[in-house]
C-alpha cells in the first residue's frame, strides 16, 4: 500500500492522453502536500495512518473504504469552514441529507464520463448546499457542501476530528435490491439507499487518483495488483461488466460466456473478467468457486476477510462480493 505522497509533484506533472481531470474535494491546497501526515484526520487513536485506505483500523483489523482529510480552517466555535467540492466531472446519484448512518449526511456522484465510470462519495457533511438535487450535472471543482463530522450516535465524531471522508470506486450490482432482500439477518434492517448501499460500493484507494492533476480511471483500476480468482458459472453477463466492459479481459464475448475468471484485488474489487466458453474446464461445477491466490497477499486477505485463515477457503467479504455479483445471473 502506498502510505505516502513522496511522489506528489511528479505525479502532477504526469497525465494519460485520455484522462479525466481532478481537483483536490477540500480547501486545502494540494500543492502543499507532501506527505500523508499533511492532510490526514486521524481517528482517536491519533495514528495519522488511521485516515488512509486499507486496513488501518482497530490494529489492522478493520477496513477503511477510503480517505479521511482533516479542515484547514475553523470558525470560532472549532466547526470546520472548508468547502467540499466535486472531484471530477459528474451528476449527482445520491443525497442523504438523514443522520441514519455512520456516514451522516453525505452525496454521492456518478462520473460517466470518466475511461471508467467511478463513483465518488463524500462524507460526514455539516450541510449539503440546499439547492443540489439528484440528477444535477456540475463540474470539477463545483461547491456542494460544507465539511463536518455528522454521524450516528453510535459513531459519533466530536468537531474535533471533523474532516471529509472521500471514497473513489465501483457498483457491484443494480440488482443489489434483489440480494438484500433475499438475506434473513438483514430482513429487519430497511435498506435505505438502494444500490448506493455501503455493501455494494467497491472501493479502491484514491489517494493515487487525488495526488494528480489529471488520470485514467480505467488504467488506474486495471494496474491494480490482482490477490485472487474465482470462477463463476452464469446464465447471463453480469451487470457488473455490462456497467464496466473496460475491465473485461481482450476476446471476452459475454454474448457466448458460460462463466468468468474473475480477478479480485486484496480488498474485494473485482478488476479483470475473463469470459469462459461453455466448453471451459475451469468452469466451476456450481455457482462459483475460489481458485487461486497470490501468497503475498494472504495476510491482506485474511485480515479482509477475503479468506479464511488457512487460506482454504472464501471468507465473509469474498462472498458477500461475488454473491452480490452474481444477482441476476442465473
Known sequence: MNRGLSTLVCLLLAGSLAATEIV???SMDRTTI???EDYAQPTVSGKPESALFGMVRDEQQRFHEGVDIRPISRGPNGEPLDRVFTAMKGSVAYLNQQLNGPYGKYVIFYHPEAELPVYTLYAHLASIEKNLKVGDQLPKGAVIATMG??????TAIPKERAHLHFEIGLV???????WYNQQPD??????QHGIWNGQNLAGFDPMPVLARSSVNLLDSVRQLPTALAVTMRTKRPPDFIQRYPGLMAPGSDPAKAAGWYVEFTWHG??????????E???LPKGAWSYVALDQKFRPQLVQRKMITADAKMPAETLIRNVDILLTGTR
Open 269 to 278: 474489487l473485482p478488476k479483470r473478467w475473463t469470459a469462459l466458453p461453455p
Open 34 to 36: 507532501r506527505s500523508y
Open 186 to 191: 438483514l430482513r429487519a434492517t430497511p435498506n
Open 172 to 178: 457491484l450490482s443494480a440488482n443489489f435490491g434483489n
Open 149 to 154: 463530522h455528522t454521524s450516528i450516535n453510535a
Open 280 to 282: 471451459s474446464q475451469q
Open 24 to 26: 483536490w474535494p477540500t
